[in-house]
């Protein structure tokens, strides 16, 4: 049937209380909320304030006692062990049950707050779904990080415990955690008071009497507890994420919000039913894995996917279609990066030929814009809707989407189609005056935000106000440009801002600035994102070196790509650096990254009338075409 759609966009829109507090029915209220929303503080919002629940029941507990106990809630598949591990809904509530106990043993109270620094493993969801169970407020920091990452977060969040891994396993090499975990604690002014390591048999770790607990022994010793109700305002977790500064942003998720939003979009915008497998292939350490990986397939009552690999080298590029159809999964979800590491490696999709994927029903991409290539490869292969998505950590569910659950739409390349019910999307000029259909500006959500996107910044209220909410009043500022045409299909195209996508991972050139910057060698420099075939973009950074240095330039660059990963870490992939003799800039002093960037992507650029020395972007293009930038056409 169609129409479908624009029903339901229109009542979001027209009746959000009434929409929300349908699909608040479907959540299992300890206190059924009288109350859908109070808006009297935008931006600070707050859905269903006088409701009290707990995610950990929803996920959980509600399963098993509505029958499903015995129905798969996890698949554990990881390559890079050789190992799949199975656990039942009873089984998980039973160990989450454990686990959450061994925290509260701990001193962990409602609202304090647990950092989490796993790799894919079990445990990491476990750990997640127990401080939801006793109200403790989670903050999973991605392995891929640092310690000195670590520490910020840590300090920021003010974390009473820390639960890590002994390592983590990628392709060739363990990353072993535990020296970067005692290196952020060194580093971190607030001192966590216990860690819990769960040790991996790759690479067991040295525990430091006193301080560090052996997750094994803990959960052994210790007695299960309830699931603790919290007001649904209550926070579920603080997840950090790039904004243009190395200080990360601590989104905030509250619990209410969180279940009602993806448990809806569960059915209405992937189109999976409770029992159906659904598979995110992300990490824990990103908001996807939040959402997709552990609390919107747990709260559907379906089963979830965490896999531990990668789409290629672990072993072939056929990986991806064996754990599809190894699972019986019916909709996947990963980032447009994924298929074209694949694409890459079997561009006729050979190993697709050795399974068996009949019951695949759909692809959905999100991270980075889909480029029509890697989307008209999919689709020619897989034979399934192949369906790109818009949305970001701060939304925490998806904004843009072909929801299939309600009504699939016909597909046009380059779109995430159209908004999401609930979501009020808009683009503006810089003066805030709304733009025709086709004219590119800034894409902004109207407010109130639908339940489930972020309701702060930890312990910021002034940069959470300031970054998103008072360029333009009475919106959200998405940070994204783009376009919605004649059709009302939206098109994302770039950030306004200095956040890049590399292999579908946010990450910030200031931050990477921040670094360069402090080497003791370096006057000034700038960072770009610079167009990358297979990671979307890279980092590229530019270094004047001061006044009288004297060193080889080249070892002063290599020293600022260690100097990226050890203060940032390697999924910073910052592996370009060049020095160059003044960096481009305009009369009143401002780098123009814009026209670097132009220049390396070999994309057409006018020189810009405000510019100091034009001369400067001669000097940038040699150094650039040094880099290999921009690249020939053809390749
Ligand atoms: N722990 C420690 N190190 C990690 C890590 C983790 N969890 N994840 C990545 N890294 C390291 C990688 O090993 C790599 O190190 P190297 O510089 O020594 O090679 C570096 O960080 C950069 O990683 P990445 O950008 O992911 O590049 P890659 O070449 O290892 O893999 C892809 C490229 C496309 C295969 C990979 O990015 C991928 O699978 N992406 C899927 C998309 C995805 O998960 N998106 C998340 C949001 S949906
Ligand atoms: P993150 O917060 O890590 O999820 O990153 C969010 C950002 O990734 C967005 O602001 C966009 O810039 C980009 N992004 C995510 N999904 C898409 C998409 N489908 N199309 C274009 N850009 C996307």
């Keep these: 049937m169609s129409g479908e759609y624009d029903a339901e966009y229109r009542r979001a829109r027209e009746e959000p209380r009434a929409y929300w507090a349908e699909a608040a029915a479907a959540v299992d209220w300890h206190r059924q909320p009288q109350t859908v929303l109070d808006d009297d503080h935008p931006p600070f919002t707050c859905w269903f304030p006088d409701g009290e629940l707990n995610a950990c029941h929803n996920a959980l507990d509600r399963h098993v006692e509505a029958g499903r106990g015995e129905q798969t809630a996890l698949i554990y598949d990881s390559p890079v062990t050789g190992s799949v591990q199975r656990f039942s809904y009873r089984e998980l ?42 109200g403790a407020v989670h903050s999973v920091v991605f392995g891929g990080f640092a310690a000195n990452e670590l520490a910020v977060r840590i300090d920021d969040v003010r974390a009473k415990l820390v639960v890590a891994a002994s390592c983590g396993i990628e392709p060739g090499r363990l990353v072993p955690y535990k020296p970067l975990l005692d290196q952020a604690i060194e580093l971190a002014r607030y001192k966590p008071e216990a860690c819990i390591v769960f040790q991996r ?22 007695e299960p507890v309830a699931c603790v109700p919290v007001p649904a305002g209550h926070p579920l977790y603080v997840l950090y994420t790039s904004g243009t500064t190395g200080q990360p942003k601590g989104v905030v998720r509250d619990t209410g919000g969180c279940v009602v ?97 009949s019951g695949f029903e759909a692809l959905f991409l999100a991270g980075e814009r889909c480029d029509p290539d890697t989307l008209g490869w999919a689709q020619e292969h897989l034979g399934v809707p192949v369906l790109d998505h818009w949305w970001q950590t701060e939304l925490g569910w998806p904004a843009c989407a072909n929801c299939r659950g309600i009504e699939l739409l016909p597909v046009v390349p380059g ?61 959200y500022e998405t940070g994204d440009a783009g376009y919605i045409d004649a059709d009302g ?26 670094v360069l910057a402090a080497h003791p060698d370096v006057a000034e420099c700038a960072v770009i994102g610079v167009a990358d075939p297979m990671k979307g973009q890279l980092p590229l950074g530019m270094v004047v070196l001061k006044d009288g240095v004297d060193r080889d330039p080249a070892t002063i660059c290599a020293e600022t790509v260690a100097l990226v990963r050890q203060h940032i870490g390697p999924v910073a992939a910052f592996k370009l650096c060049i020095a160059v003799p003044r960096l481009p800039k305009t009369r009143s002093g401002k780098v123009l990254r814009g026209t670097m960037r132009a220049i390396a992507d070999g994309a057409h650029w006018k020189q810009p009338a405000t510019i100091d020395d034009p001369a400067v972007l001669d000097e940038v293009g040699s150094a650039l075409a040094v880099l290999g930038y921009p690249p020939p056409r053809d390749a």
């Excluded at 770039?494 to 946010?506: E, L, P, W």
């Design 93 to 134: 509530r039973d160990r989450v049950a454990r686990f959450a106990g061994a925290l509260r043993a701990l001193g962990v109270e409602t609202g304090d707050r647990v950092v989490i620094y796993m790799p894919m493993v079990p445990e990491a969801a476990i750990a997640m779904l127990a401080c939801a169970r006793i």
């Design 201 to 222: 048999e790759q690479q067991p770790a040295e525990l430091i009497a006193g301080r560090d607990l052996d997750w094994r022994e803990l959960e052994a010793a210790a």
């Design 261 to 357: 939003s993806l448990l809806w979009s569960m059915h209405k915008v992937y189109g999976v039913a409770p029992g159906d497998v659904f598979w995110a292939a992300s990490d824990v350490g990103w908001v996807v894995g939040h959402s997709y990986i552990v609390y919107g397939p747990l709260f559907n009552g379906s089963t979830s996917i965490l896999y531990e690999g990668k789409p290629v080298g672990t072993p072939d590029p056929g990986a991806y279609w064996r754990v599809i159809s190894e699972h019986g999964v019916k909709v996947f979800f990963t980032a447009p990066t994924a298929f074209r590491a694949i694409k890459k490696e079997d561009p006729q999709a050979a190993h697709l030929q050795r399974y068996d994927l």
């Design 415 to 475: 779109s995430p189609t159209k908004p999401v019910p609930g979501f009020v999307l808009e683009v503006l000029d810089s003066q805030g005056r709304p733009l025709p259909a086709g004219e590119i500006g800034a894409l902004v959500l109207r407010l109130p935000l639908p339940p489930g996107t972020f309701t702060g910044l930890w312990g910021n209220e002034e940069r959470f106000v300031k970054a998103y909410f008072s360029t333009f009043p009475g919106y």
């Design 489 to 514: 299909y939206v098109f994302v195209m770039a950030r306004t801002d200095d956040v890049i996508n590399v292999a579908g991972h946010r990450l910030s050139t200031g931050a990477m600035e921040e």
